[in-house]
């Protein structure tokens, strides 16, 4: 008596003759009328079944039903590539949340001081860079122990526009936002790190002191040690330990931001109020002598 069975996948029922059939075989079929690859098919009779050199009829009783379970191959490519765009879509969203030009309402220290939220310019090139440069600012632990020493809370720290010549940074109502020249002039590189943190030192005396004053002076100088001597992580010592500072003169501070701005202030980028012209031109030159020293 001749050995037959019926296949059967997703509905579809299709008789075939067994005789002289192994399950390979068999797998070659179906993988050539239903385009599942035989390394994706699962054939069940009363169980699965397993050895391709063997015979059909020595594994199956004649006539039975085999149901075919498996995905064709070009939907499971089309599958996989589906998935595979998906994955890349989270990745690009996750992406955009850490480097959106909104502002990132995460706080870079644990502690109570510190800065509450971070923002770059809206420009295409490099943004996420200067994001970056403004967490690490954030994360520096000589900017971290300072803070935490003498109680500082920004409410903002952001990237200050390459065409604010006359300044390098301000510092607006105490801590509501200080901003900070990260970019050189034509956009397309960085100020040096060390430069920038040491702005920032200023801006952060500021918090006290509004005018360039001997009080002012005095504090941004304590400022400018103690990032240094506070950083465990960099020197690897004891805190507290000597170490190499930068210590600011005081003819270079109208040249950094011509004083903190308060809320009656004067104009983002503009100089100090000052009836003298020769005022502005000492400070234009001062500001290209601290620039050729932060280089």
């Not at 068999?26 to 050539?32: D, G, I, M, N």
Request: net charge positive.
């Amino acid at each position: 008596m001749s050995h037959s069975i019926t296949l059967s996948y997703k509905g579809h029922v299709t008789r075939i003759p067994t005789d002289t059939l192994t399950l390979g075989q068999l797998r070659a079929h179906v993988a050539q009328q239903y385009g599942i690859s035989a390394l994706d098919q699962k054939l069940i009779c009363k169980g699965l079944l397993r050895n391709d050199t063997a015979m059909i009829r020595d594994l199956v009783p004649n006539n039975s039903k085999v149901v075919v379970m498996g995905t064709p191959s070009a939907e499971l490519a089309s599958f996989q590539a589906l998935n595979a765009r998906r994955q890349i879509g989270r990745a690009n969203n996750l992406k955009y949340q850490a480097t959106s030009s909104d502002v990132y309402h995460t706080r870079a220290t644990t502690d109570e001081y510190g800065f509450d939220s971070f923002k770059e310019l809206n420009i295409a090139h490099r943004q996420r860079d200067a994001l970056q440069m403004l967490h690490r600012l954030g994360r520096d632990e000589g900017v971290r122990q300072v803070m935490r020493k003498h109680k500082y809370s920004v409410h903002l720290l952001r990237e200050l526009h390459p065409n604010e010549r006359t300044i390098l940074g301000y510092n607006r109502n105490r801590g509501e936002e200080i901003a900070l020249r990260l970019r050189t002039d034509d956009l397309e590189g960085f100020r040096d790190y060390e430069s920038v943190r040491r702005v920032l030192m200023h801006e952060l005396a500021h918090m006290v002191w509004d005018a360039h004053d001997d009080n002012f002076h005095k504090l941004n100088r304590e400022h400018c040690k103690e990032v240094v001597e506070l950083d465990w992580t960099v020197r690897g010592q004891t805190v507290g330990a000597q170490a190499e500072y930068y210590e600011p003169q005081p003819k270079e501070a109208e040249a950094v931001d011509g004083g903190s701005l308060a809320a009656s202030g004067f104009v983002l980028g503009g100089s100090a109020p000052s009836s003298s012209d020769s005022r502005d031109t000492m400070r234009e030159q001062t500001y290209s002598a601290y620039m050729r020293r932060a280089k």
